[in-house]
């Protein structure tokens, strides 16, 4: 089955900077790849999603790129702000049919120091 | 928060009692996933639900059951709860249609004594 690993698990920036977090799968089959993002006692929420035929995707300060061949997936986030810190998972599944199972990876704690 | 509710928000059990959560929907959404989290492992796949009284297992299911009576009610039974199931557990619901992405609840905190 599908395996989703994570790097780096915690990851410390200065306010300003630019910030990746890197995903690899292992399922060539695998064409949808959401990245979520979780505060502290709350349940995780979509930031950006792409898929296997977008080579990257923006919106605004966030951004993903794909490398279907190298099958690794990053997020980055620019001009980092201070509400930036939070876990961030990626994820990874087999769009389309009567299931749409998320295969996750095991998640980044980020930290904008200001 | 994608009009996910989910009840209660924590518990505090003993081991050995069966416990109930319940995820609750407004939007009528036909896909309804249960998730725990834990530290070091993400979110893990419980069971889902691809309608009323369609349901199947996911990656972690061992000790738990679903059921799933009408479109916007999932609950999440732990038979005979452990201390290994202390855990937060995550409903979530798929928007069909478009992107197919799945939207979180906020989540239940259980202990597990």
């Known amino acids: 089955g599908e395996n989703v690993e994570q790097h780096p698990s915690t990851l410390s920036v200065q306010e300003g900077d630019s910030a990746v977090i890197k995903c690899t799968y292992s399922?060539?089959?695998?064409?949808?790849f959401p990245w979520y993002k979780q505060e502290l006692g709350k349940g995780p929420q979509l930031i950006i999603d792409?898929?296997?035929?977008?080579g990257e995707k923006k919106d605004q300060r966030i951004a993903v790129t794909l490398n279907k061949t190298a099958k690794h997936f990053s997020l980055h986030i620019t001009e980092t702000q201070p509400e930036d810190s939070a876990v961030y998972f990626c994820a990874a599944s087999k769009d389309g049919g009567a299931t749409n199972k998320l295969i996750f990876g095991t998640g980044t704690l980020l930290a904008v120091q200001p | 928060d994608a009009g996910i509710t989910q009840s209660p928000r924590h518990k505090v059990t003993e081991t050995g009692t069966p416990v109930t959560l319940r995820c609750h929907q407004t939007?009528?959404?036909?896909?309804m996933y249960w998730y725990r989290q834990d530290p070091g492992h993400g979110l893990r796949l419980i069971h889902y639900?691809?309608?009323?009284?369609?349901?199947d297992k996911g990656e972690v299911s061992d000790g738990y059951s679903v059921s799933r009576s009408k479109t916007e009610d999932f609950l999440l039974t732990l038979e005979s709860a452990t201390s290994s199931q202390t855990s937060v557990y995550f409903c979530a619901i798929r928007v069909s249609g478009g992107a197919e992405t799945q939207y979180f609840g906020p989540g239940t905190r259980l202990l597990v004594l």
């Open positions: 399922d060539s089959a695998s064409n949808y």
């Open positions: 639900s691809y309608g009323v009284k369609d349901t």
């Open positions: 939007e009528n959404h036909r896909y």
């Open positions: 792409i898929r296997s035929n977008v």
